[in-house]
C-alpha cells in the first residue's frame, strides 16, 4: 500500500512537470473548432480522436480520476505491449454517467488523448491495467470553464451551472437525449498546481447545427 502510495506520488511529480511542458505549449490536445461563444460557456466540434480509457468503479469522482489516471500514467510509461514511451496530453477528462454505477451511483471512466503519433495504431495495454482504445466520433461539447480543483463538493455544481446556462441560451434543447445527463469533467493543470488553475465540465450538444463554419480553429 506504501509502495503504491510512493508510485502515485512519484507520477503526480511528473505530472507537475508535463503540465509545465503544458503551459509552454509543448503538450498535445484534441482538436477542436468554436462553433459558438458566450460570456460563461462555449460550443465546440472536435474532430474524430482515439483515446485510451480506463473504466472505474468507485463511488467518488476524486478517487475514481486517481486511479483511472494511475493506470492511464503506468500505460504512457511504457506498461504496453511495445513498451513505447508516449508523451503525455491534456487534458485528462474524466466522464461521469450518475445512476449508471453499482447501486444507483456514477460510472466512471478516465480519458487519455492518444498523441498523433499513436491515433492510429494506439499501443496495446498490459492487460492487468484494464484499459480500452475508444473511438470519440466527431461530436460537439459545450464547455464552461472553472478554476481551482474540480472535487466531489463542486463538480455537480459546475454542471448544473453550464445545464442551467445552455437552458437558457439558443442549445435549450440540443443537449443529447443519448448521453443523458452525463458530463465530463476535463482537467488542464497539474494536481500540485495551486493558482491559476484550469478545468472545464463539458456536456455533449446535438451535432445536427453544429457544423465547422466556425469562428476559430484551434
Ligand atoms: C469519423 O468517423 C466516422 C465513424 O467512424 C466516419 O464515418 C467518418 O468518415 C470519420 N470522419 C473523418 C473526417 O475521418
Ligand atoms: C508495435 O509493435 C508491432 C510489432 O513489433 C508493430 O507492428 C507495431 O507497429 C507497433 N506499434 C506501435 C504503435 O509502435
Ligand atoms: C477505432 O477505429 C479504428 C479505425 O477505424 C478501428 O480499426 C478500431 O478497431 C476502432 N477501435 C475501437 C475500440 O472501436
Ligand atoms: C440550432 O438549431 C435549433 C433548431 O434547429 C435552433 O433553434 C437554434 O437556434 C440553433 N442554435 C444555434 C446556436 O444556431
Ligand atoms: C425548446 O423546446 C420547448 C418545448 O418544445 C420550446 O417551448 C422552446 O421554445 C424550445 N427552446 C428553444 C431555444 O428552441
Known sequence: MEKEKRRIAIALVKLNLLCLLAAAGAIESPR??????ESDFEVRLYGNS??????VRDLSFEKATLNGFHRLFQFIEGANLNYSRIPMTLPVVTSIVPGAGPLHS???AVLFYLP???QATPPTPLPEL?????NWTSHCVAARKFPGFAKDENIVHEAEQLAFSLSRS???NATSAKSGYAYSIAQYSAPFQLIGRVNEVWVDVDASNCTSS???AY
Open 32 to 37: 477542436y473548432t468554436i462553433v459558438h461563444a
Open 50 to 55: 482515439t483515446w485510451m480509457a480506463a473504466p
Open 106 to 108: 456514477s460510472a466512471y
Open 116 to 118: 498523433a503519433k499513436f
Open 130 to 134: 484494464h484499459l480500452k482504445p475508444f
Open 170 to 172: 439558443t442549445w435549450a
Open 214 to 216: 466556425g469562428i476559430a
